[in-house]
């Protein structure tokens, strides 16, 4: 057993001395721009002193969301609650904000982190005043979604996960939005722009940085979602009965 350890320790011994040994025994992923936005990182305008509260008038928002579960299940508030500080916030939620959205909920804080730091919709860092989140799913990969980004990256300057200067973009990588039948798009803060090409996307990046109205949807001919050879069934409109009087 001795000479069996003093060979091993002999063999380790010539490894280290090897130049062509890497000593790094413990490995990491790299950290990846895509997720970026989803981390929390420390700063003047970031950290646990960094006052944050409601305006009166989202404080109405707020019962008004809280009025819509039963007194001992207002942690399911957390989502909308989130979202509404996030908004308010220029799209993006402090920590401050969490801990606000907890206190109302009567959850810890970590439960809000957790929350936050699920959803991909929670931005923790600064964003821009346009928030380009370009789908590269499946779908959208075999219609052409790497050029949209190559497109983004290369007229605004910045790659995933960053800002441009001005502060007019930041730019993500982000998993399936739910227009599959009109790839490849992105959404730019709440609205979707599908059947995208370099060209369009570049008209439509230049008109959002000069306050320009924009085509919301499909940027073809086409109108929604319909096919190729447009509408082809349900050509009346719907008859009852309806399940409610405003639908």
Known sequence: MISSLLKRTSFLNQLNRSSSFNRNYFKHSA?????????????????????????????????????????????????????????QNGGWISLRAMDKVAHICGVAPMTAYEVASFYTMFNRTKIGENFVQVCTTTPCMLRGSGEIMKTCKSHLGIQVGETTTDNKFTLAEVECLGACVNAPMMCINDDFYEDLTPAT???????????????IGPQTHRKAAEGPQGKTTLLEPPVGPTCRDDL
Do not use: C, M, W
């Open 201 to 215: 996307t570049i008209t439509l990046l230049d008109q959002i940085k000069n306050n320009k109205q924009t085509k």
């Open 31 to 87: 950290l990846v721009r895509s997720d970026a936005l989803s981390r929390h990182v420390e700063t003047e305008d970031n950290n646990e002193h960094t006052p944050f509260d409601f305006t009166q008038e989202n404080l109405v928002k707020v019962e008004k969301i809280l009025g819509k579960y039963p007194k001992q299940y207002r942690q399911s508030a957390l989502l909308p609650l989130l979202d509404l500080a996030q908004r």
